[in-house]
């Protein structure tokens, strides 16, 4: 699986988590749209971004997202940010993966995410 909203990869251990660089451009034709007068990067987006470096994370196969509980979205990530993405593993089983994910601006908690979950495409 090649990443499409991630940046740059900086670390893999399948199985255990990983770490990846996001950046927000100011040319992102959404932000257009979304609170024109304050954009902010929507936080589906950075759960999309979080599932990728979650699937990079699980290892081999086709994950998809299944679930999100426990998130918390506590700054503004804005045109011009780079985003510090983080997943750790924390089960899985062939079918599923289960993760907790991190995410950083500026070295500041931007979100959290108690439990992430991926399941295996059909």
Do not use: C
């Not at 990846?20 to 759960?47: C, E, K, M, Q, Y």
């Not at 979205?73 to 997943?87: A, I």
Request: charged share 25%.
């Amino acid at each position: 699986m090649t990443p499409r909203t991630l940046d740059r990869v900086l670390a893999v251990d399948p199985g255990q988590g990983a770490l990846a660089l996001r950046n927000v451009p100011n040319t992102l034709t959404l932000l257009d749209s979304h609170f024109p007068r304050f954009p902010v990067l929507p936080g589906v987006l950075i759960l999309e971004s979080l599932a990728e470096l979650g699937a990079l994370a699980a290892g081999d196969g086709d994950w998809r997202p299944a679930g999100v509980e426990r998130a918390q979205f506590r700054r503004y990530v804005r045109p011009g940010d780079q985003m510090e993405l983080s997943v750790e593993v924390v089960d899985r089983t062939d079918a599923e993966v289960t993760l907790s994910a991190k995410v950083h601006v500026g070295g500041k908690l931007a979100a959290r995410i108690g439990v992430l979950r991926l399941k295996e495409a059909a």
